[in-house]
């Protein structure tokens, strides 16, 4: 995957597309083969560094008890409030927030359970965006959406701060942010090309 491409990855339940989103995102180390960034090995990359070029909304995400804010910042007490204003314009978290009573600064308590399972994942959203990372990975990352909150999702998302996005979907409104897709079955690659080239032979 070169810098500035926007690839989609798919591929039916167990065709390996959540494990290769946890070895991009450094969850899991190479046991075969090589991870590369920049021509290094992953393992050879310092971990912090990593992790600020590269953001992961993954399926499994988790929120814990403390304010909105809090959980988008995660500690990055240096992150300006227009970055945090962008982020929740992009993510879909804006849409919601006035209707909380505190918004951004309201405490959530059981990690969030009060909220609705879309309105949790726009502020996991939030938090990857608000690094401006380098490369956005997005594990089904819309999957708990409604098809008018993806499509606000879609309406919202501000791409320009980013060289590199990497997506796991089945939806097709998500393919509009990609020109590649890469189709994987039993852990291997089983097409790879341009969106429009790929589509035409899944239909034939």
Same mark, same amino acid.
């Given at each position: 995957i070169k810098e500035g491409e926007r690839v989609a990855i798919m591929g039916r339940n167990g065709s390996g597309k959540t494990t290769l989103i946890k070895l991009l995102s450094g969850l899991y180390m190479p046991t075969q083969g090589s991870l590369t960034y920049n021509k290094l090995p992953i393992e050879q990359i310092n971990k912090n560094i990593y992790r600020k070029k590269l953001a992961v909304v993954l399926q499994d995400f988790q929120?814990?008890?403390?304010?909105?804010?809090?959980?988008?910042? +995660?500690?990055?007490?240096? /992150?300006?409030?227009?970055?945090?204003?962008?982020? #929740? *314009?992009?993510?879909?978290?804006?849409?919601f927030l006035h209707?909380?009573?505190?918004?951004?600064?309201?405490?959530?308590?059981d990690r969030g359970q009060s909220l609705s399972t879309g309105q949790r994942q726009s502020i996991a959203l939030a938090r990857a965006l608000v690094g401006r990372p380098e490369i956005l990975v997005l594990d089904e990352s819309t999957s708990a959406l409604d098809l008018n909150a993806e499509k606000d999702f879609l309406n919202n998302l501000d791409l320009? +701060?980013?060289?590199?996005? /990497?997506?796991?979907?089945?939806?097709?409104?998500? #393919? *509009?942010?990609?020109?590649?897709?890469?189709?994987?079955a039993d852990g291997a690659i089983a097409l790879d090309g341009k969106k429009e080239d790929v589509l035409k032979q899944l239909r034939t």
């Open positions: 929120l814990f008890s403390g304010s909105i804010k809090d959980n988008i910042l +995660m500690g990055r007490e240096w /992150i300006e409030e227009n970055e945090i204003e962008t982020a #929740l *314009e992009s993510s879909g978290t804006k849409n209707m909380i009573p505190g918004g951004i600064e309201s405490k959530l308590s320009s +701060m980013l060289k590199t996005l /990497i997506l796991v979907t089945h939806r097709l409104p998500m #393919l *509009e942010l990609v020109d590649r897709i890469i189709i994987l």
